[in-house]
């Protein structure tokens, strides 16, 4: 019961923790070597910065098999992908699909443009975690230009049926935008096989990056226009900013050292296996359900959303015994200050979801292991969540 200096980390939904052993040390190669400005000067560091960016992106079109290197743009997170996907294909008078199991990337900047009049929004409604591909073909009309959906739902880790989705809304003529912050890395995403117009995800959550990278995959269909303009490197005695592929989208100096990280995160990974680190997170979270139903549930303990370990990923929202009296935000500020353990609670950015399940406005306790989390943590955390629910009952 003592608190640790570096805490039992299980708070992965939100940026991952550690980083595997090579992206330190790529970030302290790139930091040393090659932190030049990349594409702006033709000087040999400069040069193997832009290089390095450029392997990014390959590695990247490899993992998810998309149609080529430069449709990958590097963003600030997945927040500024999705943005620039909604902000840069909607047109006024247009329908757009979304639901209620999105982060409030997606729910924002969709509701600011349906209260000023540019859209009409329909929100789907999940069940227990999920929707239906039919639901999404019950909602499209000859007006939708967008399907903006979550693959895996960062509050409660279920992953949603997106190549059924993808199918249907190609067949419509609409364009899909998938935000896969929580299954990019973790749950195989195929473009060549699964038709995604825009996809959307940070670089700093499965696929190991450092903060402040993200990533958006702009397809052949989807036509975005930039609403940030400005240098690009190259071509600087156009007045407009250039239309091709990556430019169009990345005014300014990029992320140069956060990509070189990212790097060698995709590279971790496609040597670890997308399935395995899934597979071993979601074998830890089983032994946090099997707790709620043989003891915790006696104590008030609820699984949010339905349980089913094919399609999980590794995070999982426990619904706090008594919310009128102990919030999330008590239960997981004792399992920080007393136990050592980080998890988060509250909302997680998702009102919706939250709304959904009962759960708002104090929300749910999340914990989110990571790949080089162990059985022994997750011992640990049902430990004080024991501890905690004798204590208060
Ligand atoms: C489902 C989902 N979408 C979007 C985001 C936003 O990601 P970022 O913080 O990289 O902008 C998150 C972050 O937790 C998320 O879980």
Known sequence: MSTTAVPIYLDNAATSFPKPEPVYLALDQFARTSLANPGRSGHRMAKEAERTIELARSALNRFFQGESANRWIFTLNCTDALNIAIK??????????????????????????????????????????????????????????????????????????????????REAGALLLVDAAQSAGVVPINLKSTPIDLLAFPGHKALYGPTGTGVLYVGRRAKLRPWREGGTGGDSKSVLQPEELPFALEGGTPNALGIAGLAAGIEWVTRQGVEQNRLHEVALLQRVVDWVEAEGSGYGWNVAGRWDAASHVGALSLITPNLDDFHPQVISDILDTSFGIAVRSGLHCSPYIHQRIGSFPDGTVRLSPGPFNTEAHIDAFLEALQAISVGIL
């Open 88 to 169: 840069g294909s909607i047109q006024p008078g247009d329908h757009v699909i979304t639901s209620d199991l999105e982060h409030n990337s997606v729910s924002r900047p969709l509701r600011r443009l349906e209260k000023d009049g540019v859209i009409t929004l329909t929100r789907l409604e999940s069940s227990e975690g999920y929707l239906d591909a039919d639901q999404v073909r019950l909602a499209l009309t000859p007006q939708t230009r967008l399907v903006a959906l979550t693959h895996a739902v960062n509050v409660l880790g279920t992953v949603q049926p997106i190549e059924a989705i993808a199918a249907i809304v």
